[in-house]
């Protein structure tokens, strides 16, 4: 019998492509969203439209998978945006991913599966400087995320804990630095830093001027979706518990960002500095635990880009009017 998942999100830029790596892996799968995926038909062997913040809807979700409960289910569904929509959408955001995550973990554990995964994310750690070392996990605590969507992380990491101490359900927990890759949103206001800068640079001319939030100074670290997808199935797999960082340790400043995105580009830009919601100063944190299970990132932050301009500069291509 192959392996039963469950994908939660499975519409989304991380959940559709999780998706197709369970399909290549072997899996039966079945995912779920409130939407399907934008850019590409889902790779799902079935695909339920639900809304996962009513608890009936998880727990249709949960159950009768052909064989019984699921082996595996991974929560990635989220109300979830860039910096930008993570300001802009506190009340949405605390709202509708904690009813997401308190329903979901409850039908899974109600359904009697076997390991549940959760999608946490560097957002539940304090600001830093960009000169100090690096955070490692325990360092969540105590507990001064810089926005509501590390808050409800936080809860929602806590919560599947406290289900998998009372049921057995085995829960693994992965915090993901900022992740990016093709057929990640890339306009519409929920984009994030690398998307953004991307379809800006796709879309000035060479010469031209691109406009940053802050002073391009906030260091950040930026994972490629391939890398992230082979870290979350090898933690699933694993035996760490509590949560785990996933994240390339390659530290730069969005000024750096843009300079690599344009010369992939080969155009030359001018930066200019706008207001807006930086976020933190700095995002660092460490990655032994995953490291300790064989895990390593094999797409330097070029590398990616490399692989992310081109579709992005192809969506707008496409789009122009
Ligand atoms: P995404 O927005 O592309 O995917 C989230 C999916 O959840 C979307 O398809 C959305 O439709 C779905 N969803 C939202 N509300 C729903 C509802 N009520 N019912 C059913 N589905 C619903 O985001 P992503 O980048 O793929 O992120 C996936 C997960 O990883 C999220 O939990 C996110 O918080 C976490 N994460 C992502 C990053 C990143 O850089 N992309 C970093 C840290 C953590």
Request: charged letters at 25%; hydrophobic letters at 40%.
């Amino acid at each position: 019998m192959p392996k039963r998942a469950l994908v939660c999100g499975a519409g989304g830029f991380i959940g559709s492509h999780l998706v197709k790596r369970l399909k290549r892996d072997g899996a039966w799968v079945r995912g779920v969203d409130i939407k399907r995926p934008e850019f590409s038909e889902t790779a799902a062997d079935e695909f339920l439209l639900l809304d996962l913040r009513e608890e009936a809807n998880c727990r249709a979700a949960a159950a009768g998978s052909p064989g019984g409960p699921f082996d595996e289910v991974y929560q990635l569904a989220a109300d979830m945006g860039g910096m930008g929509f993570i300001h802009a959408a506190e009340c949405e955001i605390m709202r509708n991913s904690a009813l997401i995550n308190i329903h979901m973990t409850h039908a899974a554990a109600e359904a009697g599966v076997g390991r549940y995964f959760f999608s946490s994310s560097a957002c539940v750690y304090r600001d830093m400087r960009a000169d100090e070392p690096e955070l490692s996990e325990a360092e969540a605590y105590p507990a001064l995320p810089d926005n509501e969507y590390g808050w409800e992380k936080l809860y929602a990491e806590r919560m599947a804990m406290a289900y998998g101490r009372r049921t057995g359900m085995a829960v693994r927990i992965a915090r993901f630095q900022n992740t990016y890759g093709p057929e990640g949103t890339w306009r519409g206001g929920r984009e994030k830093a690398p998307a953004a800068l991307s379809r800006k640079i796709a879309e000035v001319e060479d010469g031209g001027t691109v406009e940053i939030w802050g002073d391009g100074s906030a260091m950040r670290a930026y994972t490629y979706i391939d890398d992230l997808l082979e870290g979350i199935i090898m933690l699933m797999a694993s035996g760490l518990e509590d949560g785990v960082n996933i994240g390339r340790r390659e530290y730069v400043s969005v000024t750096e960002l843009v300079r690599t995105i344009a010369d992939i580009a080969g155009k030359k830009v001018n930066i200019r500095s706008i207001e807006g919601p930086v976020g933190v100063k700095a995002r660092n944190f460490r990655a032994d635990r995953i490291e300790s299970i064989g895990w390593r990132s094999r797409f330097s932050l070029r590398d990616g880009l490399s692989r992310t301009y081109p579709w992005v500069k192809a969506q707008v291509e496409a789009h122009r009017t």
